[in-house]
């Protein structure tokens, strides 16, 4: 997120509505544009099937189950290398070594390309899908990996507009495809599940269009296209082993309550391959889109207000400022922090409250399941906890407290895992729950170990503890990064 604050403070710096309206909708494009336009994309899709095409009821399942494992799985597997790469390419930019950041992209590209095919190779030994089909959700699960990575080398090149451009542009040809394949779908009836296949490959074809635009963004942005030390990030496995878990377990702990709950009370299994709990995950999928404006305002806040005073109070302590400089940056840094969270808190606590009381009226309107109602109450609880989880993170891995960004980490995944589990057999009753409880028993400990951070954190910015974490000797991932060098030929 450090790259846009520069174009936010020039937006705030003029005193014109419009102008902190636009300020607002840059925020969003950065943070939630491409979530927004995905979604928007398959709802739409989803319409279309209902309303223009002849699709039965099993196969728009398959459709968006299709789609969802591919999702989903795609951001665990982004998750294993996400934060690590992230610090990597940061240093690169700031040692000014930009001609490494191409091979980079090529490293993470290949061992992203190996992770995909090992899952792939698992799903197809236990699906009972034809071959055809398997191959082609390969192509879409490729699509969305690689998408990822490059989306991750945009950003922190800055280069917004064509991540924007990208995903509008494979939206448009994703929907128009799947209309125009699903009409013409009679004519490949010789095809298993033609429908879906032929649903499944219009909206891989925009993405594909989306994955395209990026991949040119991101040889323009890079001219020089070298392979030297591909793997040469691989090093920082050792050097910043907590990185990988925070990422990792995070990732992981958002769908760990699916995964369980798919083996609950209202399970069903699709074509003896797809594992869904349709009651959950519809529950699950709409509370999360209530987190869209955390994501936004924290931005907003953190890129403006809060990054100034940030960077004052390291200034002065990297470059030699009196004791009382430190004492007065460091203060003005905690309260404009302080000031920002609640902001936070209060907007999207405000927003997920109005939601959660006015969702059983808004369901007069619009005819939703009981079950669906009560579960999403307990999941937009636990979406909100989530978001502050997220936001509380990131604001610890700013103060370089990469030892308390895992630990949170790894208690939003095992409470959210083991309570899952302990209130699975209470079925409908239970669900969501476990979601809330986990989420905000994580958000706890994050908010405690940032009050207790923040308090200490002109001790913490002195003697830097984060160097006691790094293994010794830090071997392993580093002679590997060096193997792979060598052998690299391409």
């Not at 170990?449 to 071997?475: G, M, Q, S």
Request: charged fraction near 10%; hydrophobic fraction near 55%.
């Amino acid at each position: 997120m450090a790259g846009i604050g520069f174009k936010l403070q020039q937006l705030f710096q003029e005193d014109y509505f419009s102008s902190r309206m636009k300020a607002y909708a840059f925020a969003g494009l950065v943070t939630a544009g491409p979530w927004i336009v995905v979604i928007a994309t398959i709802a739409m899709i989803q319409w279309f099937s209902m309303v223009f095409l002849p699709v039965t009821l099993q196969e728009r399942e398959l459709f968006n189950l299709s789609i969802s494992y591919s999702f989903i799985f795609s951001q665990v597997l982004f998750g294993i290398q996400q934060l690590v790469v992230t610090r990597y390419v940061a240093d690169l930019f700031y040692e000014k070594k930009t001609n490494k950041v191409f091979p980079t992209f090529l490293g993470m590209t290949k061992v992203t390309l190996f992770l995909v095919v090992t899952a792939w190779l698992i799903f197809i030994w236990i699906s009972s899908l034809p071959f055809l089909y398997e191959l082609l959700l390969l192509v879409l699960f490729v699509t969305i990996n690689l998408i990822w990575v490059l989306f991750l080398f945009l950003s922190a090149a800055k280069f917004y507009q064509a991540v924007a451009y990208s995903f509008l542009s494979g939206a448009v040809i994703a929907v128009g495809m799947v209309f125009l394949l699903g009409r013409s779908a009679e004519a490949f009836m010789f095809i298993p599940h033609a429908t879906s296949f032929m649903l499944l490959l219009g909206f891989t074809s925009g993405m594909i269009v989306t994955l395209f635009g990026l991949l040119f963004s991101m040889l323009i942005t890079f001219p020089l296209h070298t392979s030297d030390s591909q793997f040469q990030y691989i090093g920082y496995f050792d050097k910043y082993p907590t990185l990988f878990w925070t990422g990792f377990l995070y990732n992981v702990g958002i769908w760990v309550c699916n995964w369980i709950i798919w083996f609950g009370e209202g399970r069903s299994i699709l074509l003896d391959t797809f594992v869904y709990n349709r009651v959950y995950d519809t529950a699950i999928f709409w509370s999360y889109l209530t987190i869209i404006p955390t994501l936004i305002i924290f931005v907003v806040s953190v890129e403006t207000r809060f990054y100034e005073r940030y960077r004052s109070f390291y200034g002065y302590i990297n470059q030699g400022g009196t004791l009382q400089q430190i004492k007065s940056s460091k203060e003005s840094m905690q309260y404009v922090l302080k000031q920002e969270l609640e902001r936070l808190v209060r907007s999207q606590g405000l927003i997920s409250i109005v939601i959660i009381l006015s969702i059983g009226y808004a369901a007069t309107f619009v005819p939703v399941e009981n079950d669906i109602i009560s579960i999403f109450r307990f999941t937009t609880v636990g979406a909100f906890s989530n978001a502050m989880v997220l936001v509380l993170t990131l604001i610890l891995l700013y103060f370089e407290d990469r030892r308390g960004a895992m630990i949170t980490s790894i208690l939003f995944f095992s409470l959210n895992a083991v309570l899952t589990f302990l209130l699975l057999p209470f079925g409908f009753n239970g669900y969501g729950l476990s979601f809330a409880l986990g989420s905000s028993g994580a958000l706890l400990f994050a908010l405690l170990r940032l009050t207790y951070f923040i308090e200490k954190v002109d001790y913490f910015a002195f003697c830097n503890p984060n160097n006691l974490e790094r293994p010794n000797p830090p071997t392993l991932f580093t002679k590997l990064s060096q193997w792979m060098n060598k052998r690299t030929i391409l």
